[in-house]
């Protein structure tokens, strides 16, 4: 031994003389070339370690296991800890590993031949995918991800699936998915990719994606009084109606990302009994054909200034972005309901009813990443207390009829930092 690597054995020996001492569970980017604290139940080896070790060397308690993608060893399949559950390769070939020896508490797994109790089959690259006749997927899959289009007869046979993603990974472009070949247990499906739907969604579904998908929406849902779903998520032009569907959270997303010049996207009509909409790509010029139901709460994701209005039942507003330069976000179109507002400092334009006397709070982001916040909350009708910090400023108190002015001021002083 190398006096430079007798010098890292005794840092990591103290290093892991310390975790074993506390609660640490999980340890990212290390090196399995020593002995590892019995402590730790998930290990993520390094993307660049490359060098065969001694499975001794892993904690016998171990639950998750990831290796980087540069490692290129063989593995004794039989030496890993019995309590694995999960274990993940970056490069491995199937013929390096024992299959029948690994630990039969294994439950997520990637290679090409799939041990008996997998619960969770990931693609991360389903063109270099085996040929489906040559795998058999073991009947206690829950979740697959990005399966290939010569796959998928075989994932929708499997009785205990719960969970399906098809993927932009795979080429779906042109194929087709017969929903009446789904399992009634699968209560998952998220298609990223325009094939087409045919038949009916079963009852089961609870959380669904069909964005991209080409459907007749009244074949898809052939009688909707049968489902009840916690969250869709939909093309937000789309004409088609979800009137009848008992909806907890919808989510509507505009494509392209961009504005065309000349042209204004609607928004589909959102059905009353949603509890949660939230709406995506605020960059696009967005307006609405028909009224929001009242009732909704608005996700935090959803850009109330794209729209001029807010209901009258909306008594928390976060920002987390505001990308209009031009256009401020007036205050004045704040309903009286609102108690709460969190804001990016750029954003905040008092209007000529003066600052909202309604807010008892006021969060001021003053970095991008949201590193830095400034708080106002009321005292009285006169008087708003500060407090955060900034390089400028930590605790105060304001007039009511001051409070345009600060803000102009501390956007002056914080300039570089919003």
């Keep these: 031994?190398?006096?430079?690597?007798?010098?890292?054995?005794?840092?990591?020996?103290?290093?892991?003389?310390?975790?074993?001492?506390?609660?640490?569970?999980?340890?990212?980017?290390?090196?399995?070339?020593?002995?590892?604290?019995?402590?730790?139940?998930?290990?993520?080896?390094?993307?660049?370690?490359?060098?065969?070790?001694?499975?001794?060397?892993?904690?016998?308690?171990?639950?998750?296991?990831?290796?980087?993608?540069?490692?290129?060893?063989?593995?004794?399949?039989?030496?890993?800890?019995?309590?694995?559950?999960?274990?993940?390769?970056?490069?491995?070939?199937s013929d390096e590993l024992a299959i029948d020896l690994l630990p039969r508490s294994l439950k997520s797994f990637n290679a090409e031949s799939l041990p008996p109790n997998l619960e969770v089959l990931d693609f991360i690259n389903p063109w270099s995918a085996p040929d489906t006749g040559k795998v058999k997927l073991p009947s206690s899959l829950r979740t697959v991800i990005f399966p290939p289009l010569a796959w998928l007869p075989s994932v929708v046979s499997l009785s205990n699936l719960t969970s399906l993603i098809v993927g932009q990974a795979t080429s779906f472009e042109y194929g087709m998915l017969d929903l009446s070949t789904l399992p009634a247990s699968l209560t998952e499906l998220c298609v990223l990719t325009p094939i087409m739907l045919q038949s009916s969604m079963p009852t089961s579904i609870k959380q669904l994606n069909i964005i991209k998908t080409r459907h007749d929406i009244n074949e898809t849902f052939y009688d909707r009084s049968r489902y009840q779903i916690e969250r869709i998520a939909v093309d937000a032009i789309s004409m088609e109606l979800l009137d009848g569907l008992k909806i907890k959270k919808l989510i509507c997303i505009f494509f392209p990302l961009?504005?065309?010049?000349?042209?204004?996207?609607?928004?589909?009509?959102i059905p009353i009994g949603v509890e949660t909409l939230q709406i995506g790509n605020y960059s696009k010029t967005i307006s609405h054909r028909y009224p929001i139901p009242p009732t909704i709460i608005f996700d935090y994701e959803f850009m109330v200034a794209k729209f001029g209005e807010i209901p009258n039942t909306v008594e928390e507003v976060v920002i987390t972005n505001y990308s209009d330069q031009r256009k401020p976000f007036n205050l004045d179109s704040l309903p009286p309901t609102v108690r709460s507002l969190t804001i990016p400092l750029k954003a905040i334009q008092v209007g000529k009813k003066g600052f909202p006397k309604t807010i008892y709070n006021l969060c001021i982001v003053t970095l991008s990443m949201n590193k830095n916040k400034l708080f106002l909350r009321k005292l009285d009708d006169d008087h708003y207390l500060l407090f955060g910090q900034t390089h400028e400023l930590n605790t105060g108190i304001i007039n009511i009829n001051n409070i345009d002015k600060f803000f102009s001021n501390l956007l002056e002083c914080l300039q570089d930092d919003i």
Excluded: W
């Design 1 to 93: 031994m190398s006096d430079e690597d007798a010098q890292d054995s005794l840092v990591l020996d103290e290093l892991y003389r310390l975790i074993s001492k506390s609660n640490v569970v999980e340890l990212r980017g290390c090196t399995p070339k020593y002995r590892l604290p019995e402590s730790l139940t998930s290990i993520s080896i390094s993307h660049e370690y490359d060098e065969p070790f001694s499975m001794a060397n892993l904690p016998q308690n171990l639950k998750q296991l990831k290796i980087g993608a540069s490692f290129d060893q063989p593995i004794d399949a039989a030496s890993l800890p019995k309590t694995l559950k999960t274990l993940r390769f970056g490069n491995v070939q």
């Design 258 to 269: 961009f504005d065309i010049p000349g042209e204004r996207s609607y928004l589909r009509k």
